[in-house]
């Protein structure tokens, strides 16, 4: 069973930045997809990017193109969502998750695709 746990997150100003972290204590974690999504109040859940196993393949929202970038250290087995240029709009608590099922696509999009989550951390963007 994977165990992803986050940090990072947090207060910032718009403008800022801030780093997520996805960390797993097992190795195997580096054989998954991997999203990073959140959720505002009152909104659905969102992906906001996604990540193949090896990281050779990447996606992301509109919304955070070109501000947010995911990548992953499998020697660490953790992956990361670095956030620039921050806005008040990006204010939510933020998940990762892992899909642990077969998976023949470069990266997965859907909340449904995935079947493990992290405990979520609160991202507060003042203006």
């Known amino acids: 069973q994977v165990q992803a746990v986050q940090s990072g997150g947090g207060l910032a100003q718009a403008g800022g930045s801030l780093r997520l972290s996805c960390a797993s204590s097992e190795r195997t974690f580096n054989n998954y997809p991997v999203g990073w999504f959140r959720q505002a109040p009152g909104k659905e859940r969102e992906l906001v990017a996604a990540?193949?196993?090896?990281?050779?393949?990447?996606y992301y929202a509109d919304s955070v193109k070109g501000r947010f970038i995911i990548s992953r250290d499998n020697a660490k087995n953790t992956v990361y969502l670095q956030m620039n240029s921050l806005a008040p709009e990006d204010t939510a608590v933020y998940y990762c998750a892992a899909r642990t099922r077969y998976s023949d696509k470069r990266y997965y999009t859907s909340l449904e695709e995935y079947n493990y989550w992290g405990q979520g951390t609160q991202v507060t963007v003042s203006s």
């Open positions: 990540i193949r196993w090896s990281g050779g393949s990447k």
